[in-house]
Each structure stands twice: as C-alpha cells, then as structure tokens.
Nanobody, 116 residues
Framework: QVQLVESGGGLVQAGGSLRLSCAASTTIRDINTLAWYRQAPGKQRELVAITHIIGSPHYADSVKGRFTISRDNAKNTVYLQMYNLQPEDTAVYLC??????????WGQGTQVTVSS
C-alpha cells in the first residue's frame, strides 16, 4: 500500500508559477512510474506529465515547455514545477504511482486555480 499526499496548489494569476509536491509513504526508488494528472470541472482526467525509472519524462502537448516533472528519491517525493500558468490549467492535480506495473495508487489531489 502506498499513500500519496499532494501539496502546493493554490490561486495564482496568469503567467505565474507553482510547484506541486507529492510525498509518498514509502520509498519511490523502486516505483516504476510516477505521474501527474489533472481534472477540470466537467472534463475527463488527463495525463499531464509522467516519469519512469528509466527514460525521459513525457508531457501533454498543452504543457510542454512550461511544466517539469522530477523525482527526489531521497525525499520520496515527486514534483511538478509549473511556469507561465494559464486559466486553462485550472484543475485538481492528482499524483499517481504505478508499482510493479500492476498496482495503481492515487493521491487526494490539490487544487490549482489560475485567474486571468
């Protein structure tokens, strides 16, 4: 069982920045996949950024060049650094972990609101 706790959301003006954190209850060193999703009201949950143990991270086209996902194994934390935020980035952001390619865990989410 892995518990994920997100933090760092809030209200920001367009063009601003935020850094989201997702703290895991266990070591993330062996977690194959860590990702950030988001869900806006009335919309489907969408993948924002994903990182694997091996290989480069991948991003949704809408956030490429603005968002960066990173993992700190020493702190058991995955981050999402977000720059140049826009109103369309407003959503609940959720952390996701896939362990051994089978078990999927979700955090409770953190709200990001971008005002125009």
């Amino acid at each position: 069982q892995v518990q994920l706790v997100e933090s760092g959301g809030g209200l920001v003006q367009a063009g601003g920045s935020l850094r989201l954190s997702c703290a895991a209850s266990t070591t993330i060193r062996d977690i194959n996949t860590l990702a950030w999703y988001r869900q806006a009201p009335g919309k489907q949950r969408e993948l924002v950024a994903i990182t694997h143990i091996i290989g480069s991270p991948h991003y949704a086209d809408s956030v490429k060049g603005r968002f960066t996902i990173s993992r700190d194994n020493a702190k058991n934390t995955v981050y999402l650094q977000m720059y140049n935020l826009q109103p369309e980035d407003t959503a609940v952001y959720l952390c996701n972990a896939i362990v051994r390619g089978v078990h999927t865990y979700w955090g409770q989410g953190t709200q990001v609101t971008v005002s125009s």
